[in-house]
C-alpha cells in the first residue's frame, strides 16, 4: 500500500521534473528567438546615414562632452584606397569601397580594423575627384555596390563572386554626370531601386537575385543628381522620392508610376543630400543657394501642397537630421550651421563656430564633420549652438566629405585612404 508519504515524494518528483521541463523548454525558446533575430537582422539591409537614411544612430550612453584632445582612437585602417564612401556593418564585418589603380573594390575588415578582404568590382570614378563614391548595401551573404562610372555589382560578400552586373550606361539608357555616379542604390525586400538617368528609363527597379528589371519610369528624363533615394512606407503605398538634375521625383514603388513631380534646379545640378519625411510631409533640400521645400502628402504618396520653401539652409552634401521637430544641418554659400523649424522652415539659429559639413546624430547630440576637417560635438539644442567637443582629423587626405558612422558606441570617420574609430562611449 502507497503511504502518504510516499505519496508526496512522488508528487514532489512530478512537479521537479515539470520544473526541469520548462527550465528547458525556456531555454529553446529563448535560443530560437535569438537564431531568429539573428537571421532576421542579418537579411536586414545596410542603408545610407542608418535606419530610413535618417543619419540618426540609435546608440545610448555616449559622451556628452570630449577631452580637451577629442575622443580616444581605437584603431584606423589605412588601405583602404582613394574614396569618399561610408562604412557599413553587417556579418560582424566592416564594409567599405575603395579605389586602388582605377578599379574599385570592396575593402573588409573586422571590427578590430584588421583587414580580411578587398573584391574588385569594376572601374570607378578616376577622374575629377577620384575615387569610390557609393557605400556598399549588404543583405544578408549579398552585397551592392554602384561605381562612379554607372556599374551596378551584386557580389557574395563571403568571396567575393559577382552574381550578376548591370551597366546604366549600356543597358539602359543613362548618362554619367560631371563627378560620376555617387547613388548608394536602396534594397527593399527583392528589389533594387537605382537612379541611370536615361531620358526614357530615367529610374528602375531591379530583382535584386538576377538583375532583371520589374519596372522602369520615364521620371522628367533628367540625368541623375548624386541623389540616394529614399523608400517612404506610408499607409497604403510604398513612395520612392529622389532628386534628378533639375526636379525631385515622387515615384510609386509597386510600378514605377510617377505620382507627382516638383521643379528644384541648382546651379550644377548637384542634389546629393537624401530627403527626409515625417508626419505625412517630405523635406528635399540641395546646394547653392536653392536651399529646402516641405512638400506635404496623402496617404498614397500623392503631393497635397507645398508647405515652405526655404533658401538658407542650402546643404550642398553634408544632409540634416531631423531632432524633436528641429532640422540641424549647414549652408553652403552661408557655410554656417542653422536649426528650422520643421513646421514653419523658420530659422531658430546660425552660427560659423565651426565650418560647414555633414552632421548625423545619436543620444541627443549632434556630431559635425566640417570641410575643414573638424569633427565636433553639438548638444541638439534650438536654442544654440554649443560645443562640447572638438578635434582636427589630420590622418588621410583629400576632401573631408565622407559621412561618418555611428556604430557599437564608436564613431567612424573616413578620409581618403584612412577609417578611423574612435572611442565615444
Known sequence: MTTSKQKLWSKREVLYQINIAIRIMKKIVIALCTIISTLASAQEPTQWRGTESKGI???????????SEGPEMLWYADELGQGHSSPVFA????????????????????????????FPYGEDFHKSYPGSRSSPTVVGDLLYVLSGQGLLVCMNVNDGMIQWSQSLFRDFDGRNITWGITETVVVDENTVYCTPGGSKQNVVALDRFSGNVKWTSRGKGNRSAYCTPLLINLPAAKLLVTHTASNILGIDAS???????????????????????????????????????????????????????????????????????????????????????????KQQYESTLIGNGVV????????????????????ANPNEFKVAGKTRISMGSGQHWAHPVIDNGRLFVRHGCVLMAYKIK
Open 91 to 118: 556579418n560582424g564585418k566592416i564594409y567599405v569601397t575603395g579605389m586602388l589603380n582605377n578599379i574599385g573594390h570592396v575593402i573588409v575588415l573586422n571590427n578590430e580594423g584588421k583587414l580580411l578582404s578587398k
Open 360 to 379: 548625423i546624430f545619436a543620444d541627443g547630440m549632434l556630431y559635425c564633420y566640417s570641410q575643414r576637417g573638424e569633427l565636433a560635438l553639438i548638444p
Open 255 to 345: 510600378n514605377g508610376t510617377v505620382l507627382w513631380t516638383y521643379g528644384h534646379p541648382n546651379e550644377y545640378s548637384v542634389h546629393p543630400n537624401t530627403p527626409i519625411y515625417h508626419d505625412g510631409a517630405v523635406y528635399c533640400f540641395s546646394g547653392y543657394g536653392q536651399g529646402g521645400v516641405m512638400i506635404e502628402l496623402d496617404n498614397r504618396g500623392n503631393k497635397l501642397n507645398i508647405k515652405w520653401n526655404e533658401k538658407s539652409l542650402d546643404s550642398r552634401m553634408g544632409g540634416a537630421v531631423l531632432i524633436d521637430g528641429y532640422i540641424y544641418g549647414s549652408g553652403d554659400y552661408g557655410r554656417s550651421w542653422k536649426c528650422l523649424d520643421w513646421n514653419t522652415g
Open 57 to 67: 544612430y540609435p546608440d545610448k550612453g555616449l559622451l556628452k562632452e570630449w577631452p
